[in-house]
């Protein structure tokens, strides 16, 4: 990943309506992203401001509104739309993405469904 610094939010539970089953999208579940930002966060440090780094509360709003907002079916497509917001912001390096389904419909006894991403911002 890029960055030398790191900014985790860890266990942002949302309600949302994603899945491959009808059943899943019309009930919904708590989906729990965790988002790990790689930067360089010399800047905020020296400054002391928060306008020069990423705001973890607006972060944790973003995410809310795209697990909160239009379904979809996989959990690669949910974290690849919170990776991308994430890689909007011009300080962010890359990202590491975890959305976990903990209410996945599978008829074993089990803990946790989860899928992890990485992206890195491209090279201009």
């Given at each position: 990943?890029?960055?030398?610094?790191?900014?985790?939010l860890?266990?942002?539970r949302?309600?949302?309506?994603?899945?491959?089953?009808?059943?899943?999208?019309?009930?919904?579940?708590?989906?729990?992203?965790?988002?790990t930002?790689?930067?360089?966060?010399?800047a905020?440090?020296?400054?002391?401001d928060?306008?020069?780094?990423v705001?973890?509360?607006?972060?944790?709003?973003?995410?809310?509104?795209?697990?909160?907002?239009?379904?979809?079916?996989?959990?690669?497509?949910?974290?690849?739309?919170?990776?991308?917001?994430?890689?909007?912001?011009?300080?962010?390096?890359?990202?590491?993405v975890?959305?976990?389904?903990?209410?996945?419909?599978?008829?074993?006894?089990?803990?946790?469904?989860?899928?992890?991403?990485?992206?890195?911002?491209?090279?201009?």
């Amino acid at each position: 990943m890029g960055g030398a610094d790191e900014i985790t939010l860890t266990g942002l539970r949302v309600f949302g309506h994603h899945g491959v089953y009808d059943e899943e999208r019309r009930v919904g579940q708590d989906f729990v992203v965790d988002v790990t930002l790689r930067l360089d966060t010399r800047a905020a440090a020296a400054t002391d401001d928060v306008a020069d780094t990423v705001h973890y509360g607006e972060l944790a709003e973003q995410i809310a509104a795209i697990v909160g907002g239009e379904p979809v079916d996989l959990l690669e497509t949910l974290a690849a739309r919170i990776a991308d917001q994430v890689l909007t912001s011009e300080l962010v390096d890359s990202v590491r993405v975890t959305v976990h389904k903990p209410y996945a419909p599978i008829a074993l006894s089990f803990t946790d469904v989860a899928v992890t991403i990485e992206r890195a911002r491209r090279p201009r």
